[in-house]
């Protein structure tokens, strides 16, 4: 069987890297033929990765490092099992695949930046006998603002469809009265081990991962590092108020650092996600764009209490999360589904 992965997986975003090649390997290690659907679009995703803060400017003196980092990406988009190349806007002109998978990320996503209702994302023109969803998302598009055609109709000639959060198992019952399989993230479903060495700090730290925290977060998170003595360490973006910029960390530095920090402050899905899979205490704040998909994935393992607001970190950071038998029962769940989906 031939399977073709179509996701966000050429993005400067360590999210949608692991994401979309835990997918495919997962995949690979059913005994599938699996690839990345190598598409090119006008966007680049690059000429984006030099602003990663929007809207927050960039400083002259980060863009190097910047760029850095999108070369180290690019490196590892070359590692990947991927299909021939074929342009986002013909998707008909891509290698036949058995089935396609859509999915994961935020690929349904009407407000997405520059994605957005793109058709190949909603099974249209795809070269593929059999079309189905894992861990699609709705991103930021509430389930309030619902679903009108053309995309209902696209979406009922998949042929299996599942979720990763409640926004989007809402927006399909609401729109096509579908009670869609929720299933995990391919981060924690599939949890892939860095590889290469560490060379980050030798000495304990507490990770920073996100970016454009509000002011009370960010104080309430340095009072409790400078209590504890940790410095911080921002990976991936600038923050300021942390102690060490670390702004060209590549894809498996990122997955180091999540293993070995003492503790991580977010305001990101995959800081989340990657906690999670490390064992690592977390405490993260919602912002506009990211609140469907963080308060989505903490209801669905009933953490809510993770979330902070006003800057109260209170024991967060000092308490791993136990979601153990609630992840086990959403990873036997997404087994099945894939099975029967497959």
């Known amino acids: 069987m031939k399977i073709g992965v179509l996701t966000f997986h050429r993005c400067i975003n360590y999210g949608s890297y692991w994401q979309a090649r835990g997918l495919v390997e997962g995949l690979r290690n059913r005994d599938r033929d699996a690839v990345l659907l190598d598409y090119r679009s006008p966007v680049a995703e690059t000429r984006v ?56 990320d935020e690929v349904w996503n009407l407000r997405h930046p520059w994605y957005a209702g793109l058709g190949a994302f909603w099974g249209q023109g795809l070269n593929a006998r059999r079309v189905v969803s894992y861990a699609a998302s709705f991103g930021n598009y509430s389930c309030w603002d619902g679903l009108g055609e053309p995309f209902t109709h696209y979406l009922k000639g998949f042929d299996a469809i599942s979720v990763r959060d409640e926004n989007s198992w809402w927006m399909l019952k609401n729109a096509l009265g579908l009670e869609t399989d929720l299933v995990l993230d391919p981060c924690l479903q ?59 960390a590549g894809p498996h530095d990122f997955a180091h650092a999540m293993a070995r920090a003492s503790a991580v ?10 906690a999670l ?66």
């Open 190 to 248: 599939f949890p892939l081990p860095p590889e290469g060495e560490w060379t980050g700090p030798r000495t304990p730290f507490a990770l920073v991962y996100g970016h454009n925290f509000s002011p009370e977060y960010a104080q309430g998170v340095r009072r409790w590092a400078d209590r504890r003595g940790l410095p911080l360490l921002s990976l991936g973006y600038r923050n300021d108020w942390a102690d060490h910029q670390w702004l060209d």
């Open 277 to 342: 899979r490390s064992g690592r205490p977390f405490a993260a704040e919602t912002t506009p764009y990211r609140s469907i998909k963080v308060r989505g994935l903490m209801e669905a393992l009933g953490g809510l209490d993770r979330l902070v607001a006003d800057g109260e970190i209170g024991d967060l950071l000092d308490t791993p999360p136990d979601f153990g038998a609630r992840l086990t029962e959403l990873r036997n769940a997404s087994d099945a589904y894939l099975e029967r989906a497959l």
């Open 265 to 274: 402050a977010t305001n990101f899905f995959h800081g989340c996600v990657f």
């Open 49 to 104: 990765a030099l602003r990663p803060t929007l809207p927050t400017p960039v400083p002259r003196a980060d863009r190097a490092a910047y760029k850095r980092k999108a070369r180290l990406f690019e490196t590892e988009f070359a590692r990947l099992p991927l299909s021939e190349t074929f342009r986002l806007d013909q998707p008909e002109a891509m290698e036949p695949v058995d089935v396609a998978v859509v999915g994961s």
